[in-house]
């Protein structure tokens, strides 16, 4: 015989069981928003994998076969791999030929045409430096003793070059040097080493204001970014604070596109970096690094909206005073991780130095609880009770109010909870007793199990298709955001779970128009504790025995 009613039950099982497949789908494909940070080369200032003393400063880091790493202070470029291994130093000389020199930016020559670039052993430089007084420089694998040699040198006009970008467009391939000195301008140098001179509006933003002058240069795909920072006009120190600095966007014709971002959660941006698509949930977003408080703020590339910090799974922003550089790797130990940031610091005032890493990790996991009860069994005699305590013992922090239920007993027994809503925390376990009844007899309430006037589709029945109803809904609710859809499939899960027990799905109908008698049935079952804080739910299988 036809029963209606047993097939909506099935219909809504499927459901129900095919949306938290779904539901846990995409869950899983939730990108992580927790990042993780590894030191790998300091002065000392700071625990890392490898320590080195001259290691103060670091500034510009460009990639080759390896990752080279300017330091500011010492005049060195460290030569290593993503590990902290230092292959050798080059060494970047001064403006003046004797002491240190004062490197900040490089850059890796790839790409450019042939004979560009040519340094006085007749190859072309393999990697280029600019640096604080006014000079660039280049190296290649026959430079002498592994020291750079000077090719543009600008000390006697006060240039102050802070950062140095590699340009390649229809004319040809240049250098573009951000002079935070006497010059406050965006340079250009052609494979020769000669100045290109100004252009009418090249790297220009005529609405800039007063004291400012640009600080760093990032070439990233079609788009020039120049960061400019207010600035003392005699000693050339930056003016830190919040909401200090602009991020303009040029094309590779040098003309000005749009003024990116001002102020707001920039504190001397210096270091820019697109993330790529593996990078979390901040994957394909332009980031760009604060000297002035260490942060990393999260852009849209396109509308550049602020869509936040870098944080670790404290929920904490991370943060390196003095930060610098920001680059990803280019996919090997040699390179870096492709999916990896790696970033420079000039930690204490640029007093010391950290190279590190900083990488999307899995997500948090969410504070939960476990039900753990004294004993798995419970054994009573019909007519009596029996119960066993349960502790309720959360992880990772958890901390709410869980309320307990029973399902799954036998006819003619009841559970009680000594306190039903327990509240719990992360520093101890909490504890109720559950309370298991039985009776000698069991009289169901009046209509129990009845069918409506009508057929299946009245009564209780309803229920199940008003929940239909919502879980029909889901499936075309595909445009919305995943956040918003798993909340509703909660909802949606839990009127479904409502709906079967008000139905009585699986249940038995009853032909009877009176209350039955059933006498508590012996012998040993199982019933389920069920434990529910907001949307976590965990739950413990009991055996019952009545004797």
Not at 6 to 14: A, E
Not at 78 to 86: C, E, F, L, Q, S
Request: aromatic residues 8%; neutral net charge; proline residues 5%.
């Amino acid at each position: 015989m036809f029963d209606g009613r047993k097939l909506v039950c099935r219909w809504i099982g499927k459901v129900f069981v095919s949306s938290l497949l779904m539901g846990a789908t995409l869950a899983g494909s939730q990108q992580s928003a927790v990042y993780k940070q590894t030191n790998i080369i300091s002065d000392g200032a700071v625990p890392a994998l490898v320590t080195d003393p001259n290691f103060v400063d670091p500034w510009g880091i460009s990639i080759g076969q390896e990752l080279w790493i300017n330091t500011n202070v010492t005049g060195f470029s460290y030569v290593t791999d993503d590990a902290g291994n230092i292959a050798f130093k080059a060494t970047i000389p001064p403006a003046s030929g004797t002491g240190k020199g004062s490197p900040t930016g490089t850059v890796a020559v790839n790409g450019a045409p042939a004979g560009s670039f040519l340094l006085s052993n007749g190859q072309p430089a393999v990697f280029l430096f600019c640096s604080l007084d006014g000079t660039i420089s280049g190296w290649n694998l026959n430079s002498t003793g592994n020291v750079a040699e000077t090719k543009v040198n600008n000390s006697a006009n006060k240039a102050v070059y802070t950062d140095m970008a590699l340009l390649t467009n229809s004319s040809g391939t240049f250098i573009l040097a951000a002079n935070f000195g006497a010059g406050h301008s965006v340079e250009m140098y052609d494979g020769s080493f000669h100045s290109v001179g100004s252009q009418s509006g090249f790297f220009v933003d005529p609405n800039l204001p007063a004291g400012y002058a640009p600080y760093a240069i990032h070439t990233i795909g079609s788009t020039v970014y120049v960061t400019y920072m207010l600035r003392d006009r005699t000693t050339f120190q930056e003016t830190l604070g919040a909401g200090t600095g602009i991020v303009d966007a040029f094309d590779v014709n040098g003309q000005l596109v749009k003024r990116a971002i001002t102020g707001g959660n920039l504190n001397a941006p210096w270091g820019m970096a697109m993330a790529p698509a593996g990078f979390g949930k901040f994957g394909g977003d332009l980031l760009v690094g604060n000297f002035g408080d260490g942060v990393i703020n999260v852009y849209d590339p396109t509308s550049y909206t602020l869509l936040g910090q870098l944080a670790d799974a404290n929920g904490n922003v991370i943060a390196n005073s003095g930060l610098w550089e920001l680059v990803f790797g280019q996919g090997s130990a040699a390179t870096g991780d492709a999916n990896t940031l790696y970033f420079s610091a000039g930690l204490n005032q640029e007093k010391d130095g950290l190279f590190g890493s900083i990488a999307a990790v899995g997500p948090a996991p969410a504070g939960s609880f476990a039900v753990n009860p004294s004993a798995t069994t419970i054994t009573v005699t019909r007519g009596q009770s029996g119960n066993v305590t349960l502790s309720l013992v959360p992880s990772n922090g958890f901390t709410g109010t869980v309320q307990l239920a029973c399902s799954g007993l036998p006819a003619g027994t009841a559970c009680q909870f000594s306190s039903p809503s327990v509240t719990i925390s992360g520093s101890g376990t909490a504890q109720t007793t559950l309370t298991v009844s039985s009776s000698t007899t069991y009289t169901p309430p009046p209509g129990y199990g009845l069918r409506a006037p009508g057929g299946w589709m009245k009564g209780g029945s309803g229920i199940a298709l008003a929940a239909i109803t919502p879980a029909a809904g889901l499936l075309v609710l595909g445009t919305l955001r995943r956040r918003k859809f798993l909340t509703m499939l909660g909802v949606v899960a839990l009127g479904l779970v409502v709906s079967l027990g008000a139905t009585g799905c699986g249940g038995k109908n009853s032909s009877s128009s009176g209350g039955t008698t059933v006498a508590t049935p012996t012998g040993t079952s199982q019933f389920t504790v069920t434990a529910t804080s907001g949307a976590t739910t965990t739950s413990t299988v009991l055996t019952l025995t009545v004797q």
